[in-house]
C-alpha cells in the first residue's frame, strides 16, 4: 500500500512539477560562448569563418533571441567591446573601425520588444551598468577635457549626474534594486535615482 501511494505521489510531481515551471529554452545554440548571463537570460556569440563573431541575447523563459549590433562583429569592422545584462535589457559597447576614426557607441537593447537605442558618448566610455526597468548609468572620459563624466538614460530622459577631474569611473555601481547610482568624486561618495 505504501509502496502504491509513494508511486502515485512520484508519477503526479513528475507531471505537475513541468507544467508549474513553465516553458523554460536554454538559449544554448552548438558553439555558443557565454559573454554574460543573469537568471532570466543570456548574452553569447558564436564564431563563424575564423574571424566573424556573432552576438546574440536570449531570454530562457520565451527563448526570443536577438542580435546585438551589426552581425557579424570582427576587428577589422566593428567589435563589441563590453556587455552588461539586466534582463529584458542589455547594455553593450559597439566599436566601429574606419580608415579615417574609430568610434564607441553605447547601446541599450530590450529583448522583449526587440528595440535598440543608442545611448551615445561623447568620450571613452570607463564603465556602465543597465537595470532590468530600462535605466543605464556609465562612466565615460573625455580627453579633450580631461574630466570623466557620469551619465544616465532612464525614464526621466538623458542627464549629467557628475563631472570632473576625480570622478572615480571603477566606483560606479548600482543599488540591489536598480533604482540608485553610486560613485565616488574626488574621494566623497555621491548617488543619484534612477526611473
Not at 32 to 51: H, L, M, P, T
Not at 56 to 69: I, Q, S
Not at 154 to 170: H, M, P, Q, T, Y
Request: proline share 4%.
Amino acid at each position: 500500500m505504501r509502496s502504491t501511494l509513494f508511486a502515485s505521489l512520484l508519477l503526479l510531481a513528475l507531471v505537475v512539477a513541468p507544467a508549474e515551471a513553465g516553458p523554460r529554452h536554454h538559449c544554448n545554440p552548438p558553439g555558443a560562448r557565454s559573454v554574460a548571463r543573469d537568471e532570466r537570460g543570456r548574452v553569447y556569440y558564436i564564431e563563424r569563418n575564423g574571424d566573424e563573431d556573432y552576438y546574440y541575447a536570449c531570454l530562457y523563459r520565451t527563448g526570443r533571441t536577438l542580435p546585438l549590433g551589426n552581425n557579424p562583429h570582427s576587428i577589422a569592422e566593428t567589435e563589441i567591446a563590453a556587455v552588461d545584462i539586466a534582463m529584458p535589457y542589455v547594455a553593450f559597447t559597439e566599436v566601429e573601425y574606419s580608415s579615417q576614426a574609430t568610434g564607441t557607441f553605447l547601446n541599450r537593447l530590450n529583448v522583449r520588444s526587440g528595440r535598440t537605442i543608442e545611448v551615445g558618448t561623447r568620450g571613452e566610455v570607463k564603465r556602465f551598468v543597465a537595470t532590468s526597468f530600462g535605466a543605464v548609468v556609465w562612466a565615460q572620459y573625455r580627453g579633450s577635457l580631461d574630466t570623466t563624466e557620469i551619465q544616465k538614460l532612464d525614464a526621466d530622459g538623458s542627464a549629467l549626474l557628475d563631472e570632473g577631474k576625480r570622478v572615480n569611473a571603477k566606483s560606479l555601481h548600482v543599488s540591489r534594486d536598480g533604482h540608485r547610482a553610486y560613485w565616488r568624486n574626488d574621494g566623497r561618495p555621491k548617488s543619484a535615482r534612477l526611473r
